[in-house]
């Protein structure tokens, strides 16, 4: 078990560009979430996917956030036409689904998000 | 739908002292509990999870927790606060996503 990895741990970039980040799960965990965490705040749920399908995607993910998993393995979180209120913590979990009860949510360490 | 509410958003305590962070749910089913806890500059990690096979639940660096039917509750307490327990922790209870809320800053007075 090699836990929950998240790449980059940070990222830099200018207002208007394109960033991409990668969460690997651990593997054998069907459920995969993404949050976003603000300075003093919990973190925000963003979308999560059991195996490829993306389930549920909540309202701060505005159009210019996309999600995938297409393969029910690794997912990516692209951010488009960044903006400086996009500088945050992302943070990936990954959990097993047996029947309707999740199990514990394990965390990525996060990308730090620097919007310049 | 299952709701979970942190009573308070600071707690500070002196090294030594009790620790009791508050918890509670509002659900007509049992409610799988969760306490999760972020150290300064570090990930979420869970503390303890409650899952209906014991009421008392331990879990990591010393905590516990009881899980309460009659009260709705799920507090979770240390004996003795040492100064590393100094986190941000957070109540949930979950059959999807988390939804963490603010949590609940601990401090830990020397």
């Known amino acids: 078990d090699t836990g929950v990895s998240q790449d980059p741990r940070h990222k830099i970039t200018k207002r208007g560009q394109n960033v991409t980040f990668r969460c690997d799960p651990i593997?054998?965990?069907?459920?995969l979430y993404w949050y976003r965490q603000t300075l003093g705040q919990g973190p925000e749920f963003l979308t999560y996917?059991?195996?490829?399908?993306?389930?549920?995607k909540s309202r701060l993910l505005s159009d210019r956030f996309s999600a995938e998993r297409p393969k029910g393995s690794f997912s990516t979180l692209e951010i488009q036409r960044t903006e400086q209120g996009d500088s945050a913590m992302y943070l990936c979990?990954?959990?097993?689904?047996?029947?309707?009860?999740?199990?514990?949510?394990?965390f990525g360490p996060g990308t730090r998000l620097t919007v310049l | 739908a299952q709701s979970v509410t942190q009573l308070g958003s600071h707690v500070s305590v002196s090294e030594g002292a009790l620790v009791l962070l508050r918890c509670n749910y509002s659900?007509?089913?049992?409610?799988?509990l969760f306490w999760y806890v972020q150290y300064p500059n570090q990930g979420l990690q869970l503390l303890l999870k409650?899952?209906?096979?014991?009421?008392l639940v331990k879990g990591i660096n010393g905590f516990e927790a009881e899980f309460k039917k009659s009260e709705t509750s799920f507090h979770l307490t240390k004996p003795s606060a040492h100064m590393s327990d100094a986190a941000e922790y957070f109540c949930?209870?979950?059959?999807?996503?988390?939804?963490f809320g603010k949590g609940i800053t601990l401090s830990v007075r020397p």
């Open positions: 593997s054998e965990h069907n459920r």
């Open positions: 659900s007509s089913v049992p409610p799988y």
């Open positions: 409650y899952t209906s096979a014991a009421t």
């Open positions: 979990a990954s959990s097993l689904q047996r029947g309707w009860v999740a199990d514990t949510q394990y």
């Open positions: 949930d209870g979950a059959n999807s996503k988390l939804t």
């Open positions: 996917f059991q195996n490829e399908a993306q389930l549920e």
